[in-house]
């Protein structure tokens, strides 16, 4: 089936110059989860009958809202979303409303991972061609204009605990990929050099591994060494950290292709989402929605800053 998306929400790089406002923006490998996650929220906000919800794109383009509409409930009925295609960065919108809560305008942006991965080195990178994001990405990302907040999604089915198959290319590149990308956002003279970093690390697929390790917690510093240190030492980063899962899926074939599909829908992995993503826009929470608690690693920064 072809990803029409793609044509709906495709940027074009003339009316990046122009863009004002908060944008969230998923990143992660090939295959981490990324359009899982944001559907799972999309869906979480909309199916909330104590959070409106409204699309909101600038162009208005009615076919927007229909697809939209379309992807909402291709994901209430079990099918998971198809990946971003790559060179290809897209944006979408919408509004969340609450009584007695301050309505917030986002947007969403989507990239492949592989046009992520792109920030790493490699032996065809020279001082005249160094590494760098997708340009249409870096363009939006440069913008004063705009209030970003990041998700890091981490893929945990690559990271098993104690497996011995698991390459050291999965076992490593995630947190090479998170330290090269943060340090490439902060630094002010070969990269972005933005003031602030705000993240969310998400653990994806934790149902797959949430027999193996206490917490999220303990995954992450497990497994990013590297991204923790850097998150410890920056005092220009803000980082929370959570465990993630769609909920029950299950996995079949037919004519030779893979076919995944939703048998239900882990609700409380959503509300954390949500909340998180209101409140770091906001500084409220909303009602009938978790409260966000400050994590073991906030912590760790206050008595290393003190």
Not at 57 to 79: E, I, S
Not at 145 to 162: A, Q
Not at 183 to 193: H, P
Request: hydrophobic share 35%; charged share 25%; with cysteine.
């Amino acid at each position: 089936m072809e990803n029409n998306e793609d044509i709906n929400f495709q940027v074009d790089p003339k009316s990046i110059e122009s863009k004002t406002g908060n944008y969230l923006v998923t990143v992660g490998n090939v295959g981490s989860g990324k359009s899982t996650l944001q559907s799972h929220l999309v869906f979480n906000l909309w199916s909330n009958e104590k959070i409106g919800v409204n699309w909101c794109n600038v162009d208005g383009n009615p076919n927007h809202d229909a697809v939209l509409n379309q992807k909402v409930t291709d994901y209430k009925n079990g099918h998971l979303p198809i990946r971003t295609k790559a060179g290809i960065l897209q944006e979408f919108n919408l509004k969340i409303s609450q009584a007695k809560r301050p309505t917030l305008k986002l947007s969403f942006l989507e990239i492949a991972g592989e046009d992520i991965k792109s920030i790493l080195p490699s032996k065809k990178n020279t001082q005249e061609n160094p590494p760098k994001l997708n340009e249409d990405l870096e363009q939006y990302l440069k913008l004063p204009s705009i209030n970003k907040r990041f998700i890091f999604v981490s893929d945990t089915s690559k990271n098993r605990l104690g497996a011995r198959n698991n390459s050291t290319e999965d076992r490593l590149g995630e947190d090479i990929l998170f330290h090269t990308l943060i340090s490439y956002l902060l630094n002010r003279k070969s990269g972005l050099g933005l003031n602030r970093v705000n993240i969310l690390f998400v653990a994806a697929k934790w149902d797959i591994v949430k027999n193996e390790y206490k917490s999220e917690r303990t995954y992450f510093e497990e497994h990013f060494p590297n991204t923790r240190e850097l998150v410890n030492r920056s005092d220009r980063i803000t980082a929370s950290f959570m465990p993630f899962m769609v909920g029950d899926v299950t996995v079949s074939e037919k004519n030779g292709e893979t076919i995944s599909m939703i048998k239900r829908l882990e609700k409380s992995y959503g509300d954390v989402l949500t909340s998180w993503v209101y409140h770091s826009f906001t500084q409220r929470t909303l009602i009938g929605l978790p409260k966000i608690k400050r994590n073991l690693w906030d912590k760790i920064k206050d008595l290393a800053a003190g």
